[in-house]
């Protein structure tokens, strides 16, 4: 069966691979710039409810609406953010080992040779339940004492764990001018887990996250105007190996996620409670409106005034509450509490599509008339879980495994169904079944 065949070789079907391409011109067409004309007919496309003929972005916005709705507060991608003449800022070094051992050494060495005017900043960033943010822990060694200070910041919603990667570093730079010297040599350290992110922080190459690699790159570019005789050096480190910074980092950006997770539940749970306490009110409403009219005419009109004036109320009420900002001001503790906004990751865009696919697909599997086979062998969901036997057969063997498990081979209890002779295996004892 088509069906089996598609889930055995982790191959989505066609209908779900040609939704996959609508998906990604919607969401190339939302990170268009503003003079692109992409963006003013995506602008258009958006204002039309029900047009007569639907053009393919027509298609990519029903496609993308329930996932990640507008499609217009995307990170806008510029072709040629930088002109072609202009260098990269010449005080950035990037250093990256080539396995975890290595970089734990050249860490302890690197902490061992700081001159008395470095600064080593750690940057994580943090990912849960769909809500990013980001933590910044400085090091500073004043009078042969270690100094901590530490910056974090709550991303939101719709933004992907390497922009938040990447917001970390941004923030890590924007505190270089207050801790670094202006006329003495020095050297601010950043550090980072993440190797993406860590690799080409000021690439200008339009691709998701360009807005903030741009934004790196600015600072990076004051920074040497400001303090001509400082030097970036940005490591790669392995986290979750002891490394102190890159724990506190880690714990500051995951109690920057846990800040804004409880208010926006705090948001949605308000929001509930005052939808249900609006569908009640109505429901009362109703009821002594029902009771009145059925004994005097002579107040009907003072009850429905005042339940459209509570009714009104209420919607004002609901319509004025601030919704919480997806970033959060720098205060004297240290925290960003609000502040710039950041738009919305084209990479969490595309995974929150890719997750929506993936469960899409298993409900099909899973009411597929056809397959029934495989789907007895294996119970979990299409993904790479069925491929991944295979990964280590031949060619014959594999062949050989998906016979088997999609019952597409020849063994005696099919040919049965046509030559009764042939029921029994080749031992005589039983039918030969695939359990067999």
Not at 44 to 66: C, G, K, T, W
Not at 80 to 100: G, H, N
Request: glycine share 8%; net charge positive.
């Amino acid at each position: 069966a088509t069906d089996a065949m598609e889930v055995e070789a982790n191959t989505p079907p066609i209908r779900l691979r040609l939704r996959g391409a609508v998906a990604r011109l919607g969401l190339r067409a939302a990170a268009a710039p503003p003079h692109h004309p992409l963006a003013a007919r995506l602008a258009r496309a958006q204002s039309e409810a029900r047009p007569s003929h639907p053009s393919p972005l027509h298609h990519a916005i029903r496609v993308l609406a329930p996932i990640c709705p507008p499609l217009h507060r995307f990170e806008v991608l510029l072709p040629q953010a930088v002109a072609p003449w202009v260098e990269s800022p010449s005080t950035v070094e990037i250093r990256v080992a080539l396995s975890k051992e290595e970089a734990i050494t050249a860490h302890t060495r690197l902490l061992e040779s700081l001159g008395k005017d470095d600064v080593v900043a750690y940057s994580d960033g943090s990912l849960m339940d769909g809500v990013a943010g980001s933590g910044v822990a400085l090091r500073v060694e004043r009078e042969g004492e270690v100094l901590w200070a530490s910056r974090r910041r709550g991303l939101g919603q719709h933004i992907g764990i390497y922009d938040a990667e990447l917001e970390g570093l941004r923030i890590a730079v924007s505190c270089a001018p207050q801790l670094l010297p202006v006329d003495l040599p020095s050297t601010l350290h950043i550090l980072a887990d993440n190797l993406a992110a860590v690799s080409d922080p000021i690439n200008h190459r339009p691709s998701p996250g360009q807005p903030l690699r741009l934004a790196i790159r600015l600072l990076l570019g004051n920074l040497t105007k400001t303090h001509q005789q400082a030097r970036v050096v940005v490591h790669w480190v392995p986290g979750h190996v002891g490394v102190e910074g890159n724990e506190r980092a880690d714990d500051l950006a995951k109690e920057a996620v846990q800040g804004v997770g409880a208010r926006l539940k705090a948001l949605a749970d308000r929001r509930r409670r005052e939808k249900q306490a609006s569908r009640g009110y109505r429901t009362l409403a109703y009821r002594h409106e029902y009771a009145t009219s059925c004994t005097s005419d002579s107040s009907d009109k003072s009850d429905e005034e005042e339940g459209e004036g509570g009714r009104a109320g209420l919607g004002r009420t609901s319509s004025e509450q601030p919704a919480i900002s997806p970033s959060p001001p720098l205060n004297s503790s240290g925290e960003i509490r609000h502040g710039r906004l950041l738009p919305r990751s084209l990479s969490a865009g595309w995974s929150a599509f890719k997750t929506a696919q993936k469960s899409t697909w298993s409900a099909l599997w899973a009411s597929s008339p056809t397959g029934g086979q495989l789907r007895a062998v294996a119970s979990s969901p299409p993904g790479p879980s069925f491929s991944r036997f295979h990964s280590s057969l031949s060619r014959r063997q594999s062949t050989l495994l998906t016979r088997l498990r999609t019952g597409a081979c020849d063994l005696g209890a099919y040919k049965a169904h046509f030559e009764p002779e042939r029921l029994l295996c080749a031992c005589g004892s039983e039918p030969e079944t695939r359990e067999h």
